[in-house]
């Protein structure tokens, strides 16, 4: 398996525009998580789905950030519209049922 | 949540074992301890995890007190390409096979040739 891929790997936007961040598992995980990682907060857990249904969106910053799952191999994480403090890593993850997570390469973002 | 508590960074000489310190003293009795490291724009890699016996892997040893409020990381023969942030999470358990795990600010481990 390739593992958990992540696309694109860098995206730099203008404030107000739509940036949608993609994010294919490992095959046959059934948990998906994203996280956002900046110099000052670090690595946060943001939504994380199991089977498709998001368990935990607490961490969804405000309501310009929607994350979806529409099946079991793709995630989407939207950000409408954008702004410069959005600027950040972001890292999708997957796991089969409670083992270890495998992340992403991340996608960096930067909202100018 | 249990929260950790990690030294913000450590040395440690190319060859030489690197012992990274970890303290959970709130942990829970049903709470894993997991480790992952990042090395410099990666996402996280797991290492190693557990609950009440000290486990070992290919990559490292893991060491938990008996009491479960601290363990230790153990990389045997450090080298070169295990500099990188090493975090100690404890994955909190949110009902039914749900969990949560939520990263700290990690120990940066600097290997010195």
């Known amino acids: 398996d390739a593992g958990v891929i992540q696309s694109p790997r860098h995206e730099v936007t203008e404030m107000g525009q739509e940036v949608t961040l993609r994010c294919k598992p490992i095959?046959?995980?059934?948990?998906l998580f994203w996280y956002r990682q900046t110099m000052m907060r670090g690595l946060e857990l943001l939504i994380y789905f199991n089977n498709n249904v998001p368990i935990d969106d607490s961490g969804m910053p405000e309501d310009r950030f929607s994350a979806k799952m529409p099946n079991a191999s793709f995630s989407t994480l939207k950000i409408q519209p954008s702004e410069p403090r959005d600027s950040a890593v972001y890292f999708c993850a997957s796991s089969f049922m409670e083992t270890e997570a495998f992340f992403g390469q991340g996608t960096r973002l930067t909202v100018v | 949540d249990a929260k950790t508590t990690q030294p913000p960074s450590m040395d440690c000489a190319e060859g030489r074992a690197a012992n990274l310190p970890c303290n959970h003293s709130t942990i829970s009795g049903n709470e894993y301890v997991y480790w992952y490291r990042q090395i410099h724009s990666q996402g996280p890699q797991y290492i190693i995890h557990?609950?009440?016996n000290n486990e070992t892997n290919e990559m490292a040893s893991l060491i938990i007190t008996e009491d479960r409020k601290s363990s230790t990381l153990i990389l045997p023969h450090a080298t070169l390409r295990d500099t990188a942030v090493y975090y100690c999470i404890v994955r909190v358990p949110l009902g039914g096979s749900n969990y949560k795990l939520t990263f700290g600010k990690g120990t940066l481990l600097t290997v010195n040739p």
């Open positions: 095959s046959g995980h059934d948990y």
């Open positions: 557990g609950l009440k």
